[in-house]
C-alpha cells in the first residue's frame, strides 16, 4: 500500500519525464524565497515519486511542501524536457484531499473560503462589508472572523455590479455568437470588467450573451484539490455555455481550468468527450481581441505597467495577445516589467492561507510594477489584481489596477477611462 491510490494518482510515466536538470529552479518562486529542494518543482516531483511508493505516508512535512506550491506554473514554462507539472500537482492536490486528514483549522478555513468565494450572491454582501473590515483591523484576527475580514479587505474599494444585457449585437458582420462566462469573484467584485469586455468584443464583431449560468466555474476547487467538487461545477458550466460557438473568460485561473475540463472529466464517459470539445471552444478574451482592429481606437494618454497573471502566461502561454491589445490602444505606453512574468503571491487561495508569503511575493511585484514609473497596472486576472492592489496600497503607492480589456473598452468609447 502506497501514499497514493489507484484514482487519478499522478502518473509514473509522467514524473519519469523529469530528468532532474534543474532548469526549474531559478523560475520557482518558493524556491526563490527559501532555497530549500523540496519546495523547488524537481523536489516535489520526487516527493510525489515516493508517495508511490510501498510502505509511503502523506505525512504532514511532504504535504506542506506541497501545499506551499503556488501552482503557478512558471516550472511549466521553464522545463525543457515538457514535464507536465500542471498535471502532476492537479492530480496530487487531489489525492491530498480524499487521503489526508488536516487539521479542523485547515478544513473550516478551506470551507469558508468555498462556501463564500464561490458563490457570487454570497459574495455580494462581502464586498459591501469591505470597507469596515479595511478599518476596523479584524484581519489581524485568527480564526474565521479574520479569514472573512481578510477576504473581505482585499477586495476592490467602490465594486460595482456589471450592467450587461443578455445579448449585445456584434458590430458590422458577425464573427461569431460568444458566451462571457460571468462567473464568481468577478461577477461579484469586478462588473466593471464584464461591461468592458462587452463593449470590447462586440465593436470588434462578436454577439455577445451574458447567462447568468454557471455561477462559478470551479476553478478554485480544482487549483485547490477539491476534484469533486470542481468535476460538478465544471459539468454545469459546459451545460450552460456549450450551445454558443465560443466562450470568453476574461479571469485568466477561471480560462485556464475550463481548457483542462477534458482531462478533469477524463474518467467520465457521460463528459469525457462533450469536456473536450468545450474546452477547445473556451478563449480568454486577450485571444478574441488582439487580431486587427475592426474598431476606432480613440487616443488614451496613460502609462501602463503590464503583469503577466501565471494562468494566462504560463497555463495557457498567454502573453503577447494582451500586449498586442494594449499597443493598439494610441497614446498609451506599455511599460515593461521586471519579472512580469513571476507570480504575485495570488495564487488562488493561497493569499488567504498563507497570508504571509503572499504579502512577500506581492510586495516584489509591486516593487518592480512601481520601478517602472507607470501611473497604472493592468493584469488580466481578478486574483492578482486584488493582491496587486492591496499590496500597492499597503506601499503607500495605490495605483489603479485595470484589466488590459478596461482600458480597450474606455478608448473604444472615446478615450475615457472610468
Ligand atoms: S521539471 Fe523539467 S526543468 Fe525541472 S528538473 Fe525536471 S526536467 Fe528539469
Ligand atoms: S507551480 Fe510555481 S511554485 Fe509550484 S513548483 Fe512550479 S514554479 Fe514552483
Redesign the pocket.
Known sequence: VSAFDDHRAPPLELLDDCVHCGF?LP?????SLWGAEAD??RG?IVLMQAAHEPDSQLSDVVVAHWDR????????SACPSGVR?DTL?TRTRAQVERRYRRSWRERAARRVIFALATHPERMRPLVALAPLARVGGLARRGGRVGMLASLARALPPRPRRARLAAVTAASGQRRARVALLQGCVQRAAFGAVHDASAVALAAEGFEVHAPPSPRCCGALQHHAGDAEGAMKLARATIAALEPYDLVAVNAAGCGSTMKEYGELLGDDPAWASRAEAFSERVRDVCELLAGEPRAERHPLEATVAYHDACHLAHAQGISAEPRAMLRSIPGLQLREVSGAEA?CGSAGIHNLVSPTTAAELGDRTAHALLATGAEMVAVANPGCALQLAARLRALGHPLPVKHPVELLAASLNGGELR
Open positions: 526549474c523560475a520557482c518562486p518558493t524556491y523547488s518543482p516535489r506550491c503556488l501552482g503557478c506554473m512558471a516550472c511549466v507539472y500537482i507570480c
